[in-house]
């Protein structure tokens, strides 16, 4: 079993800047990369950025791109979501993920982010 904790979320202006974070514990060893999705109201849920635990290979959605930077910790089962000038579309509530080797995924309870115009 893996508990994913999150923290960082919050309100600030188009513009600025916020960073999530991800605890991860239990049984990390099954997880070969980690992520982030969002949902805003009304919207289905959506892959905003992943990256491997191993060889840090990142994905990101192309509306991010440029603006947004996932990292991990590898030691001690961190990931982050740097996002940099931030926009009204951003607003949603993020969730972390970590995906094991057979695809199954945790979730994280969420941490909301609202970005005023």
């Known amino acids: 079993q893996v508990r994913l904790v999150e923290s960082g979320g919050g309100l600030v202006q188009a513009g600025g800047s916020l960073r999530l974070s991800c605890v991860g514990s239990?049984?990390?060893?099954?997880?070969?990369?980690m992520g982030w999705y969002r949902q805003a109201p009304g919207k289905e849920r959506e892959l905003v950025a992943t990256?491997?635990?191993?060889?840090?290979?990142?994905v990101y959605a192309d509306s991010v791109k440029g603006r947004f930077t996932i990292a991990t910790d590898n030691g001690n089962n961190r990931v982050s979501l740097q996002m940099n000038n931030l926009k009204p579309e951003d607003t949603a509530v993020y969730y972390c993920?970590?995906?094991?080797?057979?695809?199954?995924?945790?979730w994280g309870q969420g941490t909301q982010v609202t970005v005023s115009s």
């Open positions: 993920t970590a995906n094991r080797r057979d695809s199954f995924a945790y």
């Open positions: 990256i491997t635990i191993s060889g840090g290979t990142t």
């Open positions: 239990g049984w990390f060893s099954s997880i070969n990369a």
